[in-house]
């Protein structure tokens, strides 16, 4: 069985297709793990979400913040934007079928010594807290309770980690670091305004994974969420975002003894007309 992960999708169904194609995918005796945000912005959301689901265990998928942003919008806990793409998947007749699948998917997938997550880890967490902190954030989602959730995710703060963090705040900030980290100051603190290149960034700010003293340094992490950093190998991380969405290319990375990247260039319509985000 070959395994593989593809980064973020956004509705680029097409290009996901032809991906496939070039790994000559086989769903009966390969897996797929999706580092997160299948869907938005990209023209094919619907189909993308259809498509997925329809593999069962030959798909792993992890959460990824459009993907919460979908759950949010579709239990009116959360405004659809102007930029956004979700109506075909809010007014499919399959949505509640779909929109239940999306929500029981985990927000760290751990396998083969191979950590998935959509964004990425603090510095003070090792996998096995990583893990209990997925746990519970996966335990609400899947509860009777998630809308309240839903409506108390979104925000900033808090923005560094501390045992004492408890309840809604203890889970804001699991979500933010699942889904939307990027770049933090030497204590792990996350800063959200900035989303450029590596070297773009103000000063006292790194990448999460070049933080001293990470205690996950020793997992093997890919992740998606960054499509201005692009595909990158480093620090035992692995970047796949390498921005299918805005013209870049869809990436895969071969999971096994040998690692190896396979990618295509995007179609030309899926080139949307929205800004970087």
């Known amino acids: ?48 979400l259809r498509f997925v689901k329809s593999l069962g265990d030959a798909a792993i ?8 942003h979908l759950l949010a919008t579709a239990h009116a806990v959360r405004a659809e934007r102007k930029k956004d793409s979700l109506s075909q998947v809010l007014e499919a007749p399959d949505r509640d079928e779909l929109l239940d699948w999306l929500r029981q998917r985990p927000l760290l ?11 990425g880890l603090p510095p003070q967490w090792d996998l096995v807290t990583a893990q209990s902190m997925a746990r519970d954030v996966e335990t609400v989602l899947k509860s009777p309770d998630y809308r309240v959730f839903l409506k108390r995710m979104y925000g900033n703060k808090p923005n560094i980690w501390s045992p004492n963090l408890t309840g809604v705040e203890r889970q804001r900030f699991i979500v933010n670091c699942f889904t939307r980290m990027r770049y933090c100051d030497d204590n792990g603190r996350m800063d959200f305004n900035h989303s450029g290149a590596i070297g773009s960034q103000p000063k006292g700010l790194k990448p999460w994974f070049m933080l001293p003293n990470r205690k996950n340094a020793d997992v093997r992490i890919v ?15 692995y970047c796949i975002d390498s921005g299918c969405l805005w013209g870049g290319s869809l990436t895969a990375l071969h999971l096994g003894e040998t690692i190896y990247r396979v990618s295509i260039d995007c179609e030309i319509s899926s080139k949307p007309g929205a800004k970087k985000s």
């Open 1 to 48: 069985m070959s395994i593989y992960a593809i980064g973020d999708i956004q509705g680029c169904y097409d290009d996901l297709l032809r991906l496939l194609d070039a790994l000559k995918f086989d769903e009966h005796s390969d897996q797929i793990w999706f580092a997160g945000d299948l869907v938005n912005r990209g023209p094919k959301s619907l189909e993308t």
């Open 109 to 119: 997938h751990y396998q083969n010594d191979f950590c998935l997550v959509h964004a």
């Open 223 to 237: 992740f998606g969420h960054w499509s201005t950093l692009g595909y990158y190998k480093g620090h035992n991380c």
């Open 61 to 68: 998928t992890v959460l990824g913040n459009h993907d919460l």
